[in-house]
């Protein structure tokens, strides 16, 4: 950038290298102007009242290559935590449809099934116990003695 309308935004766009790049200038920008602002509402709560250029320039000029690399470096870690939170966000949203995709219909469809196949298991044992009785087998009587025998 060719004015030196605003030295820090030209010394953080200067790191710029790909688009990638470009919100991370973004960000380390903005947590410059908050820096910037903390400092002036404090200061003009100290003096009662605004506060003098010479003081914001002393600001300003703290900002060396030093300061740029912390908040270069907090921009990134502010943008990677954006990123993770909005990634497991989706992931979670992505199980529920998922989820809610696979039970919808299934529910009654499962039960039915269950309900059928409950149904004739009864009828097989059932059929089995008349089975075995006509054989001469009295599952029961077999119960009471076994019984019996424990107790």
Do not use: H
């Amino acid at each position: 950038m060719a004015s030196d309308y605003n030295p820090i935004f030209e010394r953080i766009f200067a790191r710029v290298e790909s688009d990638g790049d470009q919100i991370i200038a973004y960000i380390a920008y903005g947590l410059y102007k908050e820096r910037k602002t903390a400092f002036l509402v404090n200061r003009s709560n100290e003096l009662s009242g605004p506060v003098p250029l010479e003081e914001v320039q002393t600001f300003v000029r703290t900002y060396d290559e030093g300061q740029i690399d912390l908040i270069w470096e907090a921009a990134k870690d502010s943008l990677a935590t954006f990123a993770i939170n909005y990634a497991d966000a989706e992931r979670k949203e992505a199980v529920r449809a998922a989820l809610a995709e696979a039970l919808r219909g299934s529910f009654w469809k499962n039960v039915a099934v269950t309900t059928a196949a409950n149904f004739i298991f009864i009828i097989a044992i059932t059929f089995l116990y008349f089975l075995l009785r006509i054989i001469g087998v009295d599952l029961l009587d077999r119960l009471r003695q076994l019984e019996q025998l424990f107790s």
